[in-house]
């Protein structure tokens, strides 16, 4: 991994050193794609006052499925296989969140965990088609404890959530699944490999393209030989977010949060997904977390790590699929 690291920065500094008239790191498309501001091209709604990189697949008068990528500041490009239920009757939306993926970059300053659920609300809103039509909220990772939190404001306005592997749905669990699959780590082979791209590419607060393109590079760390999380090895993504991860995570850290208050009183059953070799999260973990919910159901998913989605679609597929149909 070492290796591959000063490869590819090594080609970077030639990059912007022998083009130098013609390639700056601050012009968009040059170190990082394009955002949806910057690009026409890219399919895009605009919504609560920031544009998200967005498309849809299947009938928009169907029950919704919205999708929830991780992160934060990751996007839903390794989560496509999911666009398969649109097959089965279901309208499925995705979205880059605010200032992941595609989407439009702001200032750190300006986030706020409530921001991010009043997006959800507003991109629902966008692609419904009638005040009837059943919404489902399909969340991994930080989304899927996006989805518990917007749950646990808006009962009356989702059908049914399916959780893979959120990574805490309040600060405490947050804090335990962090310290096992990442924190606890910090000094081993991989995470010291994240660190020494940084003598190279600095990048201030809200540079994004530069910031970006660096956490790029660091999410090898995540697919490690031997990582806590089982994942197996690199999935595709467009572009992180590196200032709405550094945003919410110092909201978090430094404010706390608790996405569990009302949940006891949501009715409908909700499915929590977990991959059998993930150490950090596994049966236990997801028991936790289920425990908030007074109706819901726990399914391992077998030969797979934290990014199941990806590489255990078919395993993963028609778990969700049954799911879905026991209460359409």
Not at 289 to 312: R, S, V
């Amino acid at each position: 991994m070492y290796q591959k690291i000063v490869s590819a920065l090594t080609l970077t500094c030639l990059l912007f050193t022998s083009c130098k008239q013609d390639l700056e790191v601050d012009q968009p498309g040059n170190l990082v794609p394009k955002t949806v501001d910057q690009d026409v091209n890219l399919p895009s709604i605009a919504v609560n006052g920031t544009l998200l990189h967005a498309e849809t697949y299947g009938d928009p008068n169907n029950s919704m499925v919205v999708f929830l990528h991780g992160g934060p500041g990751a996007d839903y490009r390794n989560a496509l296989n999911v666009k398969q239920l649109a097959d089965d009757g279901y309208f499925v939306v995705f979205y880059d969140q605010r200032g992941s993926g595609l989407s439009r970059r702001h200032d750190k300053n300006t986030y706020s965990i409530q921001l991010i659920f009043d997006d959800l609300e507003a991109v629902i809103e966008h692609y419904k088609s009638s005040p009837g039509q059943k919404v489902f909220l399909f969340g991994h990772s930080w989304g899927a404890m996006l989805a518990a939190g917007f749950i646990n404001t808006h009962p009356d306005e989702i059908n049914g959530a399916i959780l893979a592997e959120a990574g805490g749905l309040n600060k405490d669990l947050w804090d335990q699944y962090t310290e096992s699959s990442r924190r606890a780590k910090l000094f081993t082979e991989a995470t010291n490999d994240v660190l020494y791209y940084d003598q190279f590419l600095t990048g201030k607060d809200n540079e994004h393209a530069i910031l970006d393109y660096k956490l790029g590079i660091a999410s090898s760390y995540t697919y490690a030989e031997g990582n806590d999380e089982g994942i197996e090895g690199p999935s595709p993504f467009w572009r992180n977010g590196a200032v709405v991860l550094y945003a919410l995570s110092d909201i978090a850290e430094n404010d706390g949060f608790d996405f569990t208050q009302n949940l006891h009183n949501y009715q409908p059953k909700v499915l929590f997904l977990y991959g059998e070799n993930n150490k950090s999260h596994g049966l236990k973990f997801s028991e936790k977390e289920a425990a908030f919910f007074p109706n819901h159901e726990i399914a391992q998913i077998d030969n797979t790590g934290h990014e199941m989605i990806y590489f255990k679609w078919e395993s993963v597929y028609p778990v969700v699929l049954n799911y879905l149909n026991s209460l359409n």
